[in-house]
């Protein structure tokens, strides 16, 4: 279920399974709308007639990020086509713009070869209404639902622009248009409405011997097609997509570490990269707008028929109290005020909220079997403190009264749950580990 890297900017975050296939495209906001809804955006390779999409199990994986930073650092092997590929993939820090950096090595050369990227369009969750058309101009294809626009486009070496597409329908007994790339050809069907999904390829030429060739494929997304286009596409190229990756790549490896703890004096250099990385995947999943999401994971989806892409306040509380002792203090406001304008509403207490603070999903029971009214929080120690919690927010509505109970309620809650350790479940007291400044399991 958990996805293997997941990059973002508080705005959007693109999920990676195992295979390091796209599965999860979330924007505007961090856990809602995810426009794949979980479902497989395929990136393949076609090399002098061999083809393999990356869930091909010849592929040989090293999934990692660049240092300290928002930047994946990937590298694939397949045998069979003779290639090694490396990914360099963000968001940038402040466009959302999914930018992927691919360098293609053979160590003998091929004659020709293209790169395909797949794309299954749920946009705002749902496969209706959805189209996607090959804009000439921008020598891209562009999805579009409503208000939410998606470029796909890119550049491979000096040329400009996709080198094919094909648009078409899914479902129905259309497996979608990944199927057409599998002979390294595509059907440049112009335009496609309803249940729609689209791939773009990118020519390599010929290569040769231990000669890498590059390209970028960029996804840029927007409220308005101008968003994705002018200010968008056209602001990548003219400045150049490495001057994104190097100003992404510095601000997160200076905001991991904003405090300037040095752990690796205390506890060692394998300590402190986990604590920084820790703290970037925290961030990706905490909304610029204060939304603290529990997990974007879509697979639970399939069995549940619902997700974790909620902001549960007790568990928010978890993330801004660690994310508050390393020094990131800007997102934890933004949570106050957020957490402040969900549980104002009277006699309406509910345990998650969604991204746009409204009530989420509920299995905890309002009246017993006799319909006598119950407390909708888990008897528990850290649920009593947030009732008495949401108590004080039925009379208290500013913000100040909100950081003051960050302090006296919110913070002891945190640190019961970061230092409880349950002995029934095998979790010895021994695994506690204690320090100057933080407690963990």
């Known amino acids: 279920m958990p996805r293997s890297l997941v990059l973002g900017n508080g705005n959007t975050l693109v999920g990676f399974?195992?295979?390091?296939?796209?599965?999860?495209?979330?924007?505007?906001?961090?856990?809602?709308a995810n426009h794949t809804m979980g479902n497989v955006c395929r990136t393949g390779f076609f090399i002098d007639g061999r083809f393999a999409w990356l869930d091909d199990g010849a592929w040989v994986r090293t999934l990692s990020y660049a240092e300290d930073s928002l930047v994946s650092d990937v590298t694939l092997s397949h045998p069979g086509l003779g290639i090694s590929v490396r990914?360099?993939?963000?968001i940038d820090l402040a466009r959302n713009w999914f930018i992927r950096n691919l360098t293609v090595t053979s160590p003998s050369g091929f004659n020709a070869g293209s790169v395909f990227f797949h794309y299954d369009w749920y946009i705002e969750g749902s496969d209706i209404g959805n189209t996607v058309l090959y804009d000439p101009r921008h020598r891209s294809v562009i999805a579009y639902r409503a208000n939410r626009y998606f470029l796909i486009g890119g550049i491979s070496g000096d040329e400009f622009g996709i080198s094919s597409w094909a648009n078409g329908k899914k479902g129905n007994g259309a497996a979608g248009?990944?199927?057409?790339?599998?002979?390294g050809v595509l059907g440049r069907n112009p335009i496609e409405q309803g249940s729609v999904d689209c791939t773009v390829a990118f020519d390599l030429g010929r290569v040769g011997a231990?000669?890498?060739?590059?390209?970028?494929?960029?996804?840029?997304m927007g409220t308005r097609l101008s968003e994705v286009t002018v200010f968008g596409q056209e602001l990548i190229v003219s400045k150049g997509p490495d001057t994104y990756r190097d100003r992404t790549l510095t601000y997160w490896q200076v905001w991991s570490e904003k405090d300037?703890?040095?752990?690796?004096e205390a506890l060692g250099e394998d300590a402190s990269k986990l604590y920084r990385r820790s703290v970037l995947t925290a961030r990706t999943h905490t909304d610029n707008r204060g939304a603290i999401i529990a997990s974007t994971d879509f697979d639970i989806t399939k069995f549940a028929r619902d997700t974790y892409a909620y902001h549960w306040p007790r568990?928010?509380?978890?993330?801004?109290n660690?994310?508050?002792?390393?020094?990131?203090?800007?997102?934890?406001r933004e949570f106050f005020t957020f957490s402040q304008q969900c549980l104002v509403e009277e006699g309406f207490f509910l345990h998650k909220y969604t991204p746009y603070g409204q009530p989420g999903s509920s299995w905890l029971p309002w009246v017993d079997s006799h319909g006598v009214r119950t407390l909708p929080v888990q008897e528990d120690e850290t649920g009593l403190v947030l009732w008495s919690l949401w108590q004080h927010y039925r009379i208290h509505h500013n913000l100040d009264f909100v950081v003051g109970l960050y302090s006296t309620l919110l913070t002891p809650a945190a640190d019961w749950m970061v230092e409880y350790?349950?002995?029934?479940?095998?979790?010895?007291?021994?695994?506690?580990v204690t320090s100057p400044t933080c407690s963990a399991t």
Do not use: M
């Not at 568990?315 to 801004?320: N, P, Q, W």
């Not at 660690?322 to 934890?332: F, K, M, Q």
């Not at 350790?421 to 506690?432: A, C, I, K, W, Y």
């Open 17 to 32: 399974d195992a295979t390091y296939s796209v599965r999860d495209i979330y924007f505007p906001r961090v856990g809602d």
């Open 87 to 90: 990914f360099e993939d963000y």
């Open 177 to 183: 248009t990944w199927v057409d790339a599998e002979d």
């Open 210 to 220: 231990n000669q890498p060739r590059s390209l970028t494929h960029w996804l840029c």
């Open 260 to 264: 300037h703890r040095h752990i690796d």
């Open 315 to 320: 568990d928010g509380a978890l993330v801004a």
């Open 322 to 332: 660690a994310l508050d002792r390393a020094g990131h203090e800007d997102c934890t």
């Open 421 to 432: 350790v349950d002995e029934r479940n095998g979790l010895p007291s021994t695994l506690r």
